[in-house]
């Protein structure tokens, strides 16, 4: 399990920074400083030339212009291509990828591109080994029939393409001989027909929130190779009265590993033993993991659909679920929402599912806060918590729960200087989430009190500008909000006293004076003028502007 550290950075991965921050060491850049192209001198390794693209586009910078830097592979070789949710690149951007024989791409969540961008992939067609083309609701059109020519793919993603029918599933599978993992969440997919050609091959499924006939689950009992299956779907569509279907299922799979069932009726106690109805009636006992086998060698379980099972599951995923509040659950790893390291696990695993994750953001904060439950590792929570703000910046729901969260889990964190990194991780995705969410007035004053957690300004100067920004956003976005404008001016004071002459300048030139004097709010005023002066560096002709403004809202 990966675990906050502040273990400094690779040099590799420090000269990345730098790169990134600083284009034109390595790049021609336009008038504008936005890089065009890489200098002919440059020759940047595989390994970088991955972290400079993925992370250029993580941060939402990366358009068609920046992956021209990368057109020519003798300079810039990419194997591993990361550009999930990136909504500034279109098919004729992804045309700079064409050279580059490509062993993973994950082009996830990307609004502009079409199944047109398929065509720039055909260097790639004996590398490419892992696709992920998730989420993209116009790719491919409906009347297209969808085909990848990717004789060595092994894994395939290709939830929520809702344009996607069955019969072009079935061409699809006819073409990818050696697919092991596949991924069709949310796809209208009935009763799994279209697997039969890979029902031998396929170790890994995810069917994720399809609506499944019993058709389905007598396919699934077929494919013996599965190690991993997951049937888990939104508790607002669980189908009542399956938890017979449950052991028949885990029966028919021997190598079975890992198993999602969470929102489904699969795990419900509807015809257990008395024994077994008092396991799971049990509330004020903790589900345990690791359970010991029985003498006839299967293992102790109080959930009757997993009674067959021979050997435990290496993970188990129970989330809105009767049996997450099971007495033994025969799994290593659960996902849950019941216990603390249910929903650690949970957060874990279901980072990429937008709906899932904010009722796992939810059970923290009823976990933690509600029921004032005392964190074993509070760190970890705060970790998974902020890099889930990061993947889903734009939605609302998660950005509200999560800064709920991390308001509650970083109480104390101005009385120490532990872990800076993972304090810069949480500050950035509160910032984004403001920025994403500029009129959203819980997130505001969510991200306000949290960042009045933190120490100040010290934790602040890296970001400081794009706080200053936010927090000005505030003031001509919440005139009527006295609080939120209360704790913005108080931020704004702590970090402006702070600041060096060339930092007030810089700051002093996004807009305070401007946004400032539209406050109407006496209560502001004083307060206002204190640290527009402070942001210009209390030069003459700074103050003399900001006197005259001032006078001019009078």
């Known amino acids: 399990m990966m675990r906050p550290t502040d273990d400094p950075e690779s040099l590799g991965d420090i000269c990345v920074h730098f790169c990134l921050a600083n284009p034109s060491s390595i790049c021609v850049v336009d008038g504008g400083g936005a890089p065009v192209g ?78 047109d961008c398929l065509h720039h992939l055909q260097q790639s067609k004996h590398t490419l080994l892992a696709l992920n083309l998730c989420g993209n609701m116009s790719f491919p059109w409906p009347h297209q029939d969808f085909n990848l020519d990717f004789p060595r793919l092994r894994v395939l993603n290709i939830g929520n393409l809702h344009g996607l029918h069955v019969k072009s599933l079935e061409k699809l599978v006819l073409t990818l001989s050696n697919l092991t993992s596949l991924d069709v969440s949310e796809l209208n997919v009935d009763d799994l027909s279209f697997l039969e050609p890979l029902k031998h091959k396929l170790s890994y499924l995810v069917l994720y929130n399809c609506s499944l006939k019993d058709q ?28 017979h279907i449950l052991a028949k299922l885990v029966s028919s799979l021997p190598v079975l590993t890992s198993l999602d069932i969470s929102g489904t009726s699969l795990g419900d106690m509807d015809g257990g033993s008395d024994s077994e109805s008092e396991d799971m009636a049990d509330s004020t006992a903790q589900p345990e993991l690791g359970v010991q086998e029985h003498a006839d060698g299967g293992v102790r379980c109080s959930i009757s659909g997993l009674q067959g099972l021979r050997h435990k599951l290496e993970f188990l995923g129970l989330v809105q679920t009767e049996a997450a509040r099971a007495q033994h659950i ?108 500029p009129t959203e007035v819980t997130m505001q004053r969510n991200g306000c009190l949290t960042l009045c957690n933190f120490r ?20 001509a976005n919440f005139r009527n909000e006295e609080f939120i404008q209360r704790i913005a001016v108080y931020l704004c004071n702590i970090i402006v006293c702070q600041l060096n002459g060339q930092q007030k300048e810089l700051v002093g030139r996004i807009g305070v004076v401007r946004v400032s004097t539209r406050i109407g709010h006496s209560l502001f005023v004083y307060s206002v003028q204190c640290f527009v002066v402070l942001f210009t560096g209390c030069k003459p002709c700074s103050v003399q502007n900001t006197k005259c403004l001032f006078l001019k809202t009078d």
Request: glycine fraction near 4%; include cysteine.
């Open 38 to 115: 890489i200098k002919p001198d440059v020759c940047i390794p595989s390994a970088y030339s991955d972290k400079l693209l993925n992370w250029y586009s993580e941060k939402g910078l990366a358009d068609g212009h920046f992956l021209q830097v990368f057109s020519d592979p003798q300079q810039t070789r990419l194997r591993h291509v990361n550009l999930h949710g990136n909504g500034r690149i279109s098919d004729k951007a992804l045309s700079a990828l064409s050279a580059h024989q490509l062993v993973e791409l994950d082009l996830s969540c990307c609004p502009n591109i079409t199944a």
């Open 456 to 475: 100040i300004p010290e934790d602040l100067e890296f970001e400081y500008q794009r706080v200053a920004e936010v927090l000005l956003s505030i003031f």
């Open 216 to 243: 389905a689950y007598e396919m699934m009992m077929t494919m013996k190779a599965l190690r991993h299956l997951d049937i888990s779907v939104l508790p607002e569509r669980k189908s009542p009265g399956k938890s």
């Open 330 to 437: 025969p799994a290593d790893r659960v996902a849950g929402h019941i216990t603390e390291q249910q929903v650690l696990t949970a957060l874990q695993v279901y980072l990429d599912r937008s709906q899932m994750m904010a009722k796992c953001l939810t059970a923290l904060f009823e976990l933690s806060v509600l029921q004032a439950t005392e964190l074993e590792e509070p760190l970890q929570f705060v970790h998974h918590v902020a890099f889930a703000m990061r993947r889903h910046p734009k939605d609302a729901n998660i950005q509200v729960a999560g800064s709920a969260a991390l308001y509650h889990l970083t109480k104390g964190w101005g009385r120490s200087c532990d872990f800076i990194k993972l304090r810069r991780t949480v500050i950035g995705a509160l910032i984004s989430g403001m920025e994403h969410h």
